[in-house]
């Protein structure tokens, strides 16, 4: 590795692509640990979403083993579009609303959704540069 410590644009997408798949996993996972999958069902449900609890446990399971499976390599378009899409839902019911800062001036805010949105984008689209290529 003759550019230590940096490495090559297709080598940090693949260190992006492994890190927001991991992401998600813990995403998912802490849900589904801490027991508030069928709270999530439920703000589902009263954003008019039918079977909102069932909605809510096939979001986390595909956080988790999508997210694994993301970080793995494989299905890199298909994820990384669907968490992408998840992301857009998120900040459209959950985080515009609150403003756009995550903490300081506002709470919960869309920023940090959008900067992930942008990077599951960016991940799809890159799904096959090849990693051993030199910028």
Same mark, same amino acid.
């Given at each position: 590795?003759?550019?230590?410590?940096?490495?090559?644009?297709?080598?940090?997408?693949?260190?992006?692509?492994?890190?927001?798949?991991?992401?998600?996993?813990?995403?998912?996972?802490?849900?589904?640990?801490?027991g508030?999958?069928?709270?999530? %069902? /439920?703000?589902?449900? $009263?954003? *008019?979403?039918?079977?909102? =609890? +069932?909605? !809510?446990?096939?979001?986390?399971?595909?956080?988790?083993? %999508? /997210?694994?499976?993301? $970080?793995? *390599?494989?299905?890199?378009? =298909? +994820?990384? !579009?669907?968490?992408?899409?998840?992301?857009?839902?998120?900040?459209?019911?959950?985080? $515009?609303?609150?403003?756009?800062f995550? =903490?300081?001036?506002?709470?919960?805010?869309a920023?940090?959704?959008?900067?992930?949105?942008?990077?599951?984008?960016?991940?799809?689209?890159?799904?096959?540069?090849?990693?051993?290529?030199?910028?």
């Amino acid at each position: 590795m003759t550019n230590f410590p940096f490495l090559s644009t297709a080598q940090w997408l693949v260190v992006l692509r492994v890190v927001i798949g991991l992401y998600m996993t813990a995403h998912g996972a802490t849900r589904a640990a801490v027991g508030t999958v069928d709270d999530f %069902g /439920g703000f589902l449900a $009263a954003q *008019g979403l039918p079977m909102g =609890v +069932l909605v !809510a446990w096939g979001i986390t399971i595909n956080e988790i083993v %999508g /997210g694994l499976t993301l $970080a793995s *390599g494989r299905f890199v378009r =298909v +994820l990384a !579009a669907a968490f992408a899409l998840e992301h857009g839902m998120g900040i459209i019911l959950v985080h $515009a609303p609150r403003g756009w800062f995550t =903490v300081g001036h506002q709470s919960g805010g869309a920023e940090y959704s959008v900067l992930l949105l942008l990077c599951f984008l960016l991940t799809a689209s890159t799904a096959r540069v090849d990693v051993s290529a030199r910028d």
